[in-house]
């Protein structure tokens, strides 16, 4: 559910922010300062959201795991100026290297073998 949820949220963020012209700007904004930026958000809100205790229901964890997938939002939303087919085509093949990856831990015959 959380996988699904990941996707939907980050979906509509991407959206939200393709759709605001400021905050496009702001998502696609060049330079080693913007990049440098944008990667400390994404490992920061992952570090946030790992450090936290789960606990059933929405609380903390659940708000900055909607904040990280906000963050990955942002950072997807500039790549929708590139186009439908393109965009169409890398979903794809990350769809497959997904699934081969997942073929082989599943046919994995040990543990041993996956941490090669």
Known sequence: MYFGASLVATAGSAVAIARNPTLMRLASANGIGAMVLTIGAMIGTSIICR??????????????????????????????????????????????????????????????FLNM
């Open 51 to 112: 450090s936290i205790e789960y606990k059933p229901g929405f609380g903390a964890k659940q708000a900055a795991w909607l904040l990280h997938t906000g963050v990955i939002g942002a950072v997807i939303a500039p790549m929708t100026m590139l186009g439908g087919p393109l965009l169409i085509r890398a979903a794809w093949y990350t769809a497959g290297i997904v699934a081969g990856l997942s073929a082989v831990a599943v046919c994995a015959p040990s543990e041993k």
